[in-house]
């Protein structure tokens, strides 16, 4: 089956309103980080605090989203991420709130924590009802693969559009405006994908399979230190950006080369589904870690927007790959029953990664500028290479043993 034909088949079976729904129920969670950081610098001028607050946002939701991946494998995702998107969408127009009263940044931390612990980490749960959608049909397990494919790349497609559209927001309008908007699209979309028919599926599935057997295995940890870096890479870029369009005096631009970042990210992943099955995973991970690598270490050249452009799209085209590939090994190893609270285990590696990302490159872009904040990308793209050289036999056993599984 070719990779155009897995795609068609893929979507006529899910429809294509689950599609719909599912990525742009996922699009908030893009917007709050840089919207956040942005809303904040606005409001302080400092990026040290932007960044502190962005980096609350993403801890906090790193450190609840495993606890709710494995409640929604117990009780199902609809009471889950419709209880999420709600609170959620109130804590980000609570930042806006604090922001209007002239609140100090402290306050807007606590309730930027607020928002990033209710708001639901949707695209892992969306990974997790590709499984049961598929079942009973032929060659499942190379939809399931072209399923991980896709929805890597409507990750990176949500951190193309999310900042994207901060960005146009803030030109035409304000920060402020933006996370209201990341408000809005949270409450109506979270709440269709909570209620959507799939929910169902993995609700049933959950129920009947119990939650069984231990989640933390030793290939888990690992790919989760995997999404650690790929967190911090994210952090530092955005902080990057951020410092490169504001010296250039279009502070609107930062969620814009973000958004061209992702474009080749979302290319590529698109064409992960095209690779050979016969290619290991594992493989394929240090494969594409090696890339980051080499791909960022133009970042530590560039001086104006004109530079950061092609860097940052040619640096994109090896994220996607190598976040589907980490993804695509902790659903080869982990019990079905637990598959919710491995995917969100990962998430919340990638928002802690952003978190200190973000945290580390905000305080030395105060001090030296943009340089500084991509030597923080280039450092986690070194740490991305050293995980997928040093621990891959830790995985591999495992990922072959469990390949029959699709």
């Known amino acids: 089956m070719s990779a155009v034909a897995a795609y068609r088949r893929l979507f006529a079976i899910s429809g294509m309103s689950y599609v719909v729904v599912a990525f742009l129920g996922r699009l908030p969670l893009a917007m709050s980080q840089i919207g956040t ?16 607050c962005a980096g ?11 606890y709710f991946g494995a409640l929604a494998d117990r009780i199902g995702q609809r009471p889950v991420v419709l209880g999420q998107s709600l609170l959620g969408a109130a804590g980000f127009a609570g930042e806006v709130a604090l922001v209007w009263a002239g609140a100090s940044w402290p306050w807007l ?7 990033g612990l209710a708001c639901p980490q949707i695209g892992p749960l969306a990974r997790v009802r590709w499984r049961p959608l598929t079942e009973g049909t032929p060659d499942q397990g190379r939809l399931v693969s072209t399923a991980f494919s896709y929805e890597g790349a409507a990750d990176e497609a949500t951190f193309v559009f999310g900042p994207a559209l901060v960005g146009v927001c803030i030109a035409v309008v304000s920060p402020r405006f933006a996370m209201l908007l990341a408000a809005v699209i949270l409450a109506v979309f979270g709440t269709a994908f909570a209620v959507h028919r799939s929910a169902r599926l993995v609700g049933a599935r959950s129920h009947g399979t119990g939650s069984t057997g231990r989640l933390l295995t030793a290939g888990l940890a690992v790919l989760s230190l995997a999404q650690l870096a790929i967190g911090m890479l994210f952090g530092s870029v955005q902080t990057g950006n951020s410092v490169i369009a504001t010296a250039a005096g279009q502070a609107g631009m930062t969620g814009l080369l973000h958004a061209l970042f992702g474009v080749g990210s979302v290319i590529a992943g698109i064409a992960v589904a095209a690779l050979p099955e016969a290619l290991p995973l594992v493989r394929r991970m240090r494969i594409f870690a090696v890339a980051l690598l080499v791909l960022s270490l133009p970042l530590l050249l560039v001086d104006s927007i004109a530079w950061t452009v092609p860097a940052l799209m040619v640096l994109g085209c090896a994220v996607a790959p190598y976040m589907i590939t980490t993804f695509s090994l902790a659903e080869r190893i982990t019990a079905p029953a637990r598959t919710g609270a491995a995917m969100t285990l990962l998430a919340a590696a990638t928002g802690l990664g952003y978190a200190i990302g973000a945290a580390i490159a905000g305080r030395l872009a105060d001090a030296g500028g943009a340089t500084p904040a991509y030597a923080v990308t280039v450092a986690a793209c070194a740490l991305a290479v050293a995980i997928a050289t040093l621990a891959g036999p830790r995985i591999l056993p495992r990922e072959e043993a469990d390949r029959p599984r699709g």
Do not use: I, R
Request: proline share 3%.
């Open 56 to 66: 609350a946002l993403a801890v906090a939701n790193a450190t609840g989203a495993p």
């Open 109 to 115: 931390a606590v309730v930027a924590a607020a928002a």
């Open 37 to 52: 950081l942005l809303l904040v610098q606005d409001a302080t001028g400092s990026y040290g605090a932007g960044g502190f």
